[in-house]
């Protein structure tokens, strides 16, 4: 049995998931996504010019972006010119579930007074797992793409020894990358041994910043300050994974004309197809695991 969804803003990722919910034969509402040329010609799809009519009455599940915002004022709408406003969002669920991703405690507040139930999908582990994968091959395409040598035989240096960190130095190393791990827990340190990466304390950093031919910083808190960016050498290339605000100062990087990529949402940018699968698939977990269903009977993947 098909369900009726609005979908409610998003990047390439919850444009294709639209398409592949559409596909199965669902009713997709869509607002604040005038610009997304591809998601036109299906029949299943339908633009709506106002909020209220895409939140009807007959839709049960409302898909926001991933994050759903990220200025805490506006979602997310990089394919509309459309600003829809967090709390006009949430007058209009009206007691429907909202799935979306990162979403701020101020949000949840605002959905409690009007009874509205959020499920933030990436604090689902299932997910956030998967979407490493995507992190890690976009991060490694910036890194060939942005550096005059080879990955084969180069300096990489990777901030943090969580979730992302993991998947891109096993995939670095299987490009031969010399790969050194920063990290303060013991029980990183044993886990980067048992790996057989190089490793190196985040609090001892300083003059040993200048082996790298890479930086790659996954931790969200400023690790790479002024003072510590005096020790990298000029040619080196600093990607930033980390959400807001970061963890290189970026007032310093370009104050040294350093090679520096905020890279953000990588997965929406990289793999929208793949990333959107494992958003249906997590959804439908999620669905089994609270015995209720988000996603039409024929729904599988």
Avoid at 61 to 70: A, M, N, Y
Avoid at 231 to 249: F, H, M, Q, R
Wanted: with cysteine; aromatic share 6%.
């Amino acid at each position: 049995m098909s369900k009726k969804f609005a979908v409610i803003g998003g990047d390439l990722r919850i444009i294709e998931l639209a398409k592949i919910l559409a596909n199965e034969g669902n009713i997709i509402n869509v607002y604040g996504l005038e610009q997304a040329e591809e998601l036109k010609n299906n029949k299943n799809i339908i633009f709506c010019d106002k909020l209220s009519k895409a939140i009807n009455e007959d839709v049960e599940i409302v898909i926001g972006p991933i994050p759903l915002s990220s200025n805490g004022k506006q979602i997310n709408t990089p394919f509309s010119n459309k600003e829809i406003l967090l709390d006009e969002l949430i007058y209009h669920l009206n007691s429907k579930v909202l799935i979306a991703g990162s979403i701020s405690k101020e949000v949840y507040d605002m959905a409690n007074e009007k009874h509205v139930e959020i499920i933030d999908i990436m604090k689902k582990e299932e997910l956030a797992i998967l979407n490493t994968i995507a992190t890690a091959e976009g991060t490694i395409e910036i890194a060939i793409a942005n550096t005059n040598k080879i990955i084969h035989g180069s300096n990489i240096l990777i901030l943090g020894f969580g979730r992302i960190a993991k998947v891109l130095a096993k995939k670095l190393v299987g490009l031969s990358a010399k790969v050194t791990c920063a990290a303060r827990k013991n029980e990183d340190f044993a886990w980067i041994k048992a790996y057989g990466y190089r490793e190196t304390n985040i609090s001892t950093l300083k003059e040993n910043l200048s082996e790298y031919d890479i930086i790659i910083n996954t931790v969200p808190s400023q690790i790479l300050t002024k003072e510590r960016l005096e020790y990298v050498k000029d040619d080196c290339l600093l990607i930033d994974l980390a959400s807001n605000p970061g963890g290189i100062d970026k007032k310093a990087v370009k104050d040294k004309n350093f090679k520096f990529i905020w890279a953000l949402a990588l997965p929406g940018k990289v793999a929208p197809i793949t990333t959107a699968e494992f958003i249906k698939e997590t959804m439908r977990h999620l669905g089994q695991v609270k015995n209720v269903s988000f996603l039409s009977n024929s729904s599988s993947i």
